[in-house]
Structures are given as structure tokens and as C-alpha cells.
């Protein structure tokens, strides 16, 4: 069945360091690709998206790039703040339930 | 413009109780989601419901568990017996079409069984 995996946790980093948190996927079809933020104490937030093969999403100065033959979805941002600190969880979706991967913990230290 | 409303945020049963979980999806959302998050894990798809139908039910339990999203009403996921085992968080999410648009997550309810 369909599956996401990404890089283990937790993942700590000065203020304004750059961030990669790695995640590839396994699925039949052609899935849409998601990342999603989860706050302490909070439910999920959609951070970006992707729908098809080469596509990046991007919001709040993170970004994902849809890449079909290493079948990845790895997110990045360029310089992280205090305020990012929370679990990220890549999914995917082939017109299916969300799948998700077990989360990567961030904790960004001033 | 309200979010997905999850309540109560956290309920507490004795093993053997009944757990009621309640989810106002987003206005204007008739497909609704529940999932189940344990301890350090990713999200688990338990159920999808449109408004008077189950449409997958493939990752609920097939027994104690059971989910309904009435013509009026919140859906309700509702644990009938329940074991330690079922301590977790559950969310809920909701769309406004079908499994191709943006899920909008509740802040979920946290499930502890004494």
C-alpha cells in the first residue's frame, strides 16, 4: 500500500539556520504530496502542497518540490525562526485518506 | 469564518465507559475525516463520512468503534467499552469535496483511559 517516510527527529537548529527535512513517499498512481504543521496542543495545518510531477509549493518562506523519479518531497527553508519550532508530517494523497509519515520534530533554539 | 470544532478537547473514561467525540466540520465542508494520532506516531485514516453515509470505513476497528455524521448535527465517533489501548489524540478534519481537495484539521480531542 501507499506509504510515506521521513527523516527521524528531533531535529534541533540555531536561529537562522537552513532547514531540510527529508521525506519520500511509495504509492500507486499519481498522488498529490503535502506537508503539514502541527503546533503543541493544536491540530494540523496545511503548510504547502503539490499536485503533479516537478511542482513546488511554498508558504511562509518554506518549500517542496514534487520529484517524481527519486519519488521525494523534501521541505526547506532558508532560515529558520524560534516560531517554527513544531512537528512537521509529510502526506500523500491518491484521491485516498491522507497517509501520513510519523513526523519530524523541530526545535529551533535563539 | 469558524474552523473545524472538536469537542471536548480532552476526555478522560475508565476502562469498560463509553467515549463520545463530537466534529463540526467547516461551513459550507460535507465530507468529514477521523483519525487517530498515538503518541509519537503520524496520523492514522480511521473513517471518511459524507453527510448520512459512511463512504470508508477500512482503517476503523471493527469492533467497539463506531462513526456517524447525521443530516443535522456533528459527527460523532463514539468507543464503546473502552480498553487503555485506545488512549490517543483523534482529529477530525473536513473538505468540501472529495479526497482530491485540502483536508482542514480540528484541533483534535485527547483520549485517556484511567
Known amino acids: 500500500g501507499d506509504s510515506v517516510t521521513q527523516m527521524e527527529g528531533p531535529v534541533t537548529l540555531s536561529e537562522e539556520a537552513f532547514l531540510t527535512i527529508n521525506c519520500t513517499y511509495t504509492?500507486?498512481?499519481?498522488?498529490?504530496l503535502f506537508w503539514y504543521v502541527q503546533y503543541p496542543g493544536e491540530g494540523l495545518q496545511l503548510l504547502l502542497k503539490?499536485?503533479?510531477?516537478?511542482d513546488k509549493g511554498s508558504n511562509k518562506g518554506f518549500e517542496a518540490t514534487y520529484r517524481k523519479e527519486t519519488t521525494s518531497f523534501h521541505l526547506e527553508k532558508g532560515s529558520v525562526q524560534v516560531s517554527d519550532s513544531a512537528v512537521y508530517f509529510c502526506?500523500?494523497?491518491?484521491?485516498?485518506?491522507?497517509?501520513f509519515g510519523k513526523g519530524t520534530r523541530l526545535s529551533v533554539i535563539a | 469564518n469558524a474552523g473545524v470544532m472538536q469537542n471536548p478537547r480532552h476526555l478522560v473514561r475508565r476502562r469498560g465507559q463509553e467515549a463520545r467525540l463530537r466534529c463540526s466540520p467547516m461551513?459550507?465542508?460535507?465530507?468529514v475525516y477521523w483519525y487517530r494520532q498515538l503518541p509519537e506516531e503520524g496520523l492514522k485514516f480511521m473513517v471518511y463520512?459524507?453527510?448520512?453515509?459512511?463512504?470508508?470505513e477500512s482503517g476503523m476497528p471493527k469492533e467497539r468503534f463506531s462513526a456517524e455524521f447525521p443530516k443535522e448535527g456533528p459527527s460523532i465517533l463514539r468507543i464503546q467499552q473502552v480498553v487503555r489501548g485506545d488512549s490517543a489524540a483523534y482529529f477530525c478534519?473536513?473538505?468540501?469535496?472529495?479526497?482530491?481537495?485540502?483536508?482542514?484539521f480540528g484541533d483534535g480531542t485527547r483520549l485517556s483511559i484511567l
Open positions: 461551513k459550507g465542508h460535507s465530507h
Open positions: 504509492a500507486t498512481g499519481y498522488p498529490s
Open positions: 463520512l459524507q453527510k448520512e453515509n459512511i463512504i470508508d
Open positions: 503539490a499536485t503533479k510531477a516537478d
Open positions: 502526506a500523500l494523497s491518491a484521491k485516498t485518506p491522507l497517509v
Open positions: 478534519a473536513s473538505s468540501p469535496g472529495g479526497m482530491d481537495q485540502p483536508q482542514h
